[in-house]
């Protein structure tokens, strides 16, 4: 079937951004129709979703370890990991960037039940010595 994508922001200017002045520099991805946004706290999406995605890819703060919002630590605890397994279809993949390693994140993600991968990207800041980290945490099929 045909993919969808459904965006949660937080803030609606960051929407309105996406909408606007800085449309066209993404290719206007929010004006494809595969694309839906909701305004609001993933976490609440979270909560509420059982079995609706093949993948959840959260790019939040800086990471689990950069936060900058209290608000933010729920997504990485025990409980808000095991609300994204639950949102998650079996053998979807729950994808977390970081700007810094924290080397309990896997464990966590571990012990919830995915099979993960720790995966050491480029950053994007000018220096090819830095690198961000994205996990792939899979839901087994």
Same mark, same amino acid.
């Given at each position: 079937?045909?993919?969808?994508?459904?965006?949660?922001?937080?803030?609606?200017?960051?929407?309105? %951004? #996406?909408?606007?002045?800085?449309?066209?520099?993404?290719?206007? +991805?929010?004006? $494809? +129709?595969?694309?839906?946004?909701?305004?609001?706290?993933?976490?609440?999406?979270?909560?509420?979703?059982?079995?609706?995605?093949?993948?959840? *890819?959260? $790019?939040? $703060? #800086?990471?689990?370890?950069?936060?900058?919002?209290?608000? #933010?630590? %729920?997504?990485?605890?025990?409980?808000? *990991?095991?609300?994204?397994?639950?949102?998650?279809?079996?053998?979807?993949?729950?994808?977390?960037?970081?700007?810094?390693?924290?080397?309990?994140?896997?464990?966590?993600?571990?012990?919830?039940?995915?099979?993960?991968?720790?995966?050491?990207?480029?950053?994007?800041?000018? $220096?090819?010595?830095?690198?961000?980290?994205?996990?792939?945490?899979?839901? +087994?099929?």
């Amino acid at each position: 079937g045909e993919a969808t994508v459904v965006v949660a922001e937080l803030i609606g200017a960051v929407v309105d %951004w #996406n909408r606007g002045p800085l449309a066209h520099l993404a290719g206007s +991805p929010l004006d $494809d +129709p595969r694309v839906s946004v909701r305004l609001g706290d993933i976490a609440r999406s979270l909560q509420t979703e059982l079995e609706e995605y093949d993948g959840i *890819l959260l $790019d939040v $703060d #800086n990471g689990p370890e950069g936060l900058t919002r209290d608000s #933010n630590d %729920w997504l990485y605890s025990s409980e808000g *990991l095991a609300a994204s397994y639950s949102a998650l279809r079996p053998g979807g993949t729950l994808a977390v960037w970081s700007a810094t390693p924290e080397k309990s994140f896997a464990m966590r993600l571990e012990k919830i039940g995915f099979k993960v991968r720790e995966v050491r990207v480029p950053a994007d800041c000018g $220096d090819p010595r830095e690198r961000d980290v994205i996990w792939l945490a899979a839901k +087994p099929a």
